[in-house]
């Protein structure tokens, strides 16, 4: 199993039917090792993001700003300040000295050049290094500009990328509980972890609505200050990529008592299974409103008429793939949830399956869900993926911005379900789009110019 597998890995990784379940995760990446992973700076970043109409202050220097810049594909109906890049370009002088003065007169001519809801100032390696009050330079400034100006403890090596989500959640939690929540309705909900990469958050929001639930916020995609503000006034919050922020939902469970549901909006099982859960919730908080019976009945016809349709479209694409063999690599695993199952509706094997965060109970459940054989990795390193990927002889690599290359180095085809993605996925649209990306790459002609590398020996 994997030429390029390092011995102080081996227990990252799990074959299925080989030995008992055991794999160990959720641990600093080990050094060398050249990991998948970004840092917490990143994490933070990608997770607050979509927050269009904040102001995104990188306090460090111009590299962290410009690796991140635009990262996230995530798409606002509204304003957009939240796609520039700004940072306070820390240098030598700034080093030696202190960036505290430099923080402050960026905040202060940004707020007053694009007048943003809310401001968040990330801290990046080198601040962790010299020690910038940030905590004191916020608050200075939003005393002066009377916004919210929130610092994301978010010091790059402070550990792994999961840091960077709580960060990031510690950052989102300062503003919840500051808006006005009358009005809000007892049916409603808050969208955690979906990020609107391709406008997915608009087709979730649009079946809520034919549901008759409302949505509060929309917190991590297409995301604005003042519904994260009032967010605690909603009744549920849907948690999808539980592994940016679940430990939100948490912390607003435990101040406001808001219960969560997690949910994955990928291939047909589980966004229809989203669905009802959400409508089973409200019938059982509130068993004798008739209300929560036409929720439960608007989910039932929603979810008919969108699997009457999809289901033929989808058996063109299901009768060329069967057979075919996909590698998933992810972020969050409970996305690989997903995808397994959505693979298997095209009769496709998942040969590989893995993930930069997830945590022992994920990969237990992935264990349960995949095929014997079926390698299961955490925290990769490209040489790892190479070899699985040769290994294992797949046809379809599904990953983000940095897997890319190793699958178009192997001669393999690749499916980008993360930051860079244009085609929304999500939802029952987004499953059609999945099988018709999937049918496109694994049987382009250009596989028979390129030819497929193979296992060494
Ligand atoms: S925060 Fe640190 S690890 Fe992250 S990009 Fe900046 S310098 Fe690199």
Redesign the pocket.
């Known amino acids: 199993m994997g030429a390029a597998l390092l011995k102080e890995r081996e227990n990252q990784v799990h074959v299925k039917g080989e030995k008992p379940f055991n794999i160990v995760c959720n641990k600093d990446s080990l050094a060398g090792a050249v990991s998948q992973r970004?840092?917490?700076?990143?994490g933070s970043r990608v997770v607050l993001y979509p927050i269009a109409d904040a102001l995104h202050l990188?306090h460090?220097?111009i590299?962290?700003a410009v690796?991140?810049w635009d990262i996230r594909g995530a798409l606002s109906s509204g304003p957009e300040l939240h796609r520039l890049s700004f940072s306070t370009d820390l240098q030598e002088r700034d080093v030696i000295f202190g960036g505290e003065k430099k923080l402050r007169s960026a905040l202060l001519e940004l707020i007053e050049r694009h007048s943003p809801k809310a401001a968040f100032v990330?801290?990046?390696?080198?601040v962790?290094i010299i020690g910038d009050d940030l905590e004191a330079i916020c608050k200075g400034v939003a005393a002066e500009t009377g916004i919210p100006v929130i610092p994301v403890q978010?010091?790059?090596?402070k550990g792994n990328k999961r840091a960077g989500y709580q960060a990031a959640c510690d950052a989102m939690f300062r503003l919840i509980g500051t808006g006005d929540t009358a009005g809000i309705s007892k049916f409603s909900l808050n969208i955690l972890g979906d990020f609107n990469l391709a406008g997915e958050i608009w087709m979730v929001r649009e079946y809520y609505e034919r549901m008759g639930i409302q949505v509060v916020a929309n917190v991590t995609g297409d995301g604005r200050v003042a519904d994260i503000c009032r967010a605690n006034g909603a009744a549920l919050n849907v948690v999808q990529c539980s592994g940016s922020t679940m430990q939100l939902a948490n912390m607003m469970e435990e101040k406001y008592g808001t219960p969560s549901l997690r949910v994955s909006y990928f291939g047909i099982e589980d966004m229809s299974e989203a669905l009802y859960d959400i409508a089973r919730f409200f019938k059982k908080q509130y068993p004798d409103d008739p209300e929560a019976d036409k929720i439960m009945e608007r989910t039932k016809a929603l979810v008919q008429e969108k699997v009457r349709e999809l289901v033929p479209q989808l058996e063109k694409y299901r009768k060329a793939l069967a057979g075919k063999k996909a590698a998933i690599y992810v972020g969050g695993s409970f996305k690989a949830f997903s995808l397994v199952k959505a693979f298997r509706l095209v009769d496709m094997d998942v040969v590989m399956v893995g993930s930069q965060t997830g945590t022992e109970e994920d990969y237990r459940e992935l264990a349960a869900i995949t095929d014997p054989g079926t390698v299961i990795v955490d925290d990769a390193n490209p040489l790892e993926l190479n070899s699985f990927l040769k290994e294992k002889e797949v046809d379809i690599f599904v990953g983000g911005v940095k897997e890319r290359p190793i699958a178009y180095k192997l001669g393999i085809g690749f499916c980008d379900h993360n930051h860079e993605r244009k085609e929304a996925l999500a939802g029952f649209e987004g499953m059609l789009n999945f099988a018709k990306e999937v049918y496109s790459s694994v049987m382009s002609p250009v596989w028979r110019f390129v030819p497929r590398k193979k296992p060494t020996a």
């Open positions: 970004a840092c917490v700076f990143c990188v460090g220097p590299g962290c690796y991140t990330y801290s990046t390696c080198i962790g978010s010091e790059g090596f």
